[in-house]
């Protein structure tokens, strides 16, 4: 089973400010299927970044997805008050998906 | 737009089984090119697969959950279910569904999710 391992645990940022999350991967995955995700409290996970890099449907372009192999990032470029929430990486493999433990991103 | 929308009991008791059901409008669970999907996530925790359905009646389970799970699926009412017999109170959690983007028997992501509900498990 690969295991997804994010860091930090926590962010604490300021409003724009620039944020990196870091998903790291216990072997080598597919870029084509890891997404990124964010949750925020009471709302299911809202899909922001698929196949590593490509942005979804509505996502702004301070969101930028990259990686391979082993190491994937998610990028805010300048923080609005509404990015504030838990991040998620997530891969598919061997019939299965696996989640990172989150990213928390908290106003400074 | 596609929507799912997760039902069952809030409150089920230790040893019990829970069942919730997922109901989908905006697309049929018939098609082909999507799994099915159950996830959960414990309060403060972070989220777990459970399993998958597919058109076909296929299932797949997330293996470190020692098969605990069964998933099943109502095309006529284009429903799909989850059921959990002998829970614990390790098993309280908000149940979600979720559609998975799937081609070519490979999947990407989930682009489509329920809103949850918290099963509480207690006497």
């Known amino acids: 089973e690969i295991v997804l391992t994010q860091s930090p645990d926590t962010l604490s940022l300021s409003p724009g400010e620039r944020a990196t999350l870091s998903c790291r991967a216990s072997q080598s995955v597919s870029s084509i299927h890891s997404a990124w995700y964010q949750q925020k409290p009471g709302q299911p996970p809202r899909l922001l970044i698929y196949?590593?890099?490509t942005r979804a449907t509505g996502i702004p372009d301070r969101f930028t997805g990259s990686g391979s192999g082993t190491d994937f990032t998610l990028t805010i470029s300048r923080l609005e008050p509404e990015d504030f929430g838990v991040y998620y990486c997530q891969q598919y493999g061997d019939s299965s998906w696996t989640f990172g433990q989150g990213t928390k991103v908290e106003i400074k | 737009q596609v929507h799912l929308q997760e039902s069952g009991p809030g409150l089920v008791n230790p040893s019990q089984t829970l069942s919730l059901t997922c109901t989908v409008s905006?697309?049929?669970?018939?098609?082909?090119?999507?799994?099915w999907t159950w996830i959960r996530q414990p309060p403060g925790e972070g989220l777990e697969w459970i399993g998958y359905?597919?058109?076909?009646?296929?299932?797949y389970y997330n293996p470190s959950l020692r098969n605990r799970f069964t998933i099943s699926l109502d095309t006529s009412k284009n429903q799909f279910s989850l059921k959990l017999p002998s829970v614990t109170a390790a098993d309280t959690a908000v149940y979600s569904c979720?559609?998975?983007?799937?081609?070519?028997?490979?999947?990407?992501?989930?682009?489509?999710w329920g809103q949850g509900t918290l099963v509480t498990v207690s006497s």
């Open positions: 905006g697309d049929s669970i018939s098609s082909g090119d999507f799994y």
């Open positions: 359905t597919r058109w076909t009646g296929n299932t």
């Open positions: 196949g590593a890099s």
């Open positions: 979720a559609r998975s983007y799937c081609r070519a028997n490979t999947c990407y992501y989930f682009d489509y």
